[in-house]
């Protein structure tokens, strides 16, 4: 059983351009989730999302930030016109349904680095 | 708003010693706290979870407690080794879904 896949794992962007970053949760997992580490500092929230359905994007800067899990394929976060501050670590996680008592399992992360 | 604390930021031992581990965190009303181990430039891998109504897990040389009333766990890690070395994190989970993490603390097992 495949963890939770993040692609890629390193990108470096030039300010103002866009980043893509993609996560396939586990198998059987329906719920995910985006968290983003800044250097030297604690995972923070971004986004909750299941199957075509935002749940929670209260951690989500207003602008250029963006996320989507559509009904195929992996969950992608968009970070349009990114600026030296976006350069972070955004982990993946998901979960099953339900996922009050259970494990939510992180992937690898991506290390976005804007130049 | 959770706010989670992790004492210390670092911490260096010679092998064979036991880890302690603080985590505290602000609002007691939580579903459950787990404990991750990030190894530098990796992802998180779970290594405890402990549900609101426990007060401890267990897992070979791992043994985390739970305190919610004043807001406080501990992961004690016996008999370490070099290979614990790595930064462990603490997350508290307030509602059905997001996690709140600490800054986490950095071990290093000097051999």
């Known amino acids: 059983n495949a963890g939770v896949m993040q692609n890629p794992r390193h990108l470096v962007r030039r300010r103002g351009q866009e980043a893509r970053l993609r996560c396939s949760p586990m198998k059987g997992h329906s719920h995910v989730y985006w968290y983003r580490q800044l250097p030297e500092e604690g995972l923070k929230f971004m986004v909750y999302?299941?199957?075509?359905?935002?749940?929670?994007e209260s951690g989500m800067p207003k602008e250029r930030f963006s996320a989507e899990f559509p009904k195929e394929g992996p969950s992608i976060l968009r970070i349009q016109q990114v600026v030296r501050g976006d350069s972070a670590a955004y982990f993946c996680a998901s979960s099953p349904p339900h996922p009050r008592g259970n494990t939510i399992y992180f992937g690898e992360g991506s290390w976005l680095t804007v130049v | 708003k959770q706010e989670v604390t992790q004492i210390p930021a670092a911490l260096s031992v010679p092998e064979g010693e036991n880890l302690v581990l603080n985590c505290s965190f602000t609002?007691?009303?939580?579903?459950?706290l787990q404990w991750f181990r990030q190894d530098p430039g990796k992802g998180l891998t779970s290594l405890l979870l402990?549900?609101?109504?426990?007060r401890e897990q267990t897992s070979g040389r791992l043994n985390a407690s739970l305190d919610k009333s004043s807001g406080r766990s501990t992961l004690y890690i016996a008999a370490s080794q070099p290979g614990d070395s790595a930064t462990y994190l603490c997350a508290v989970r307030s509602n059905d879904y997001k996690l709140s993490f600490g800054a986490g603390t950095t071990v290093t097992v000097r051999a």
């Open positions: 402990i549900q609101s109504s426990q």
């Open positions: 609002d007691s009303a939580i579903y459950n």
């Open positions: 999302l299941q199957k075509e359905n935002i749940i929670d």
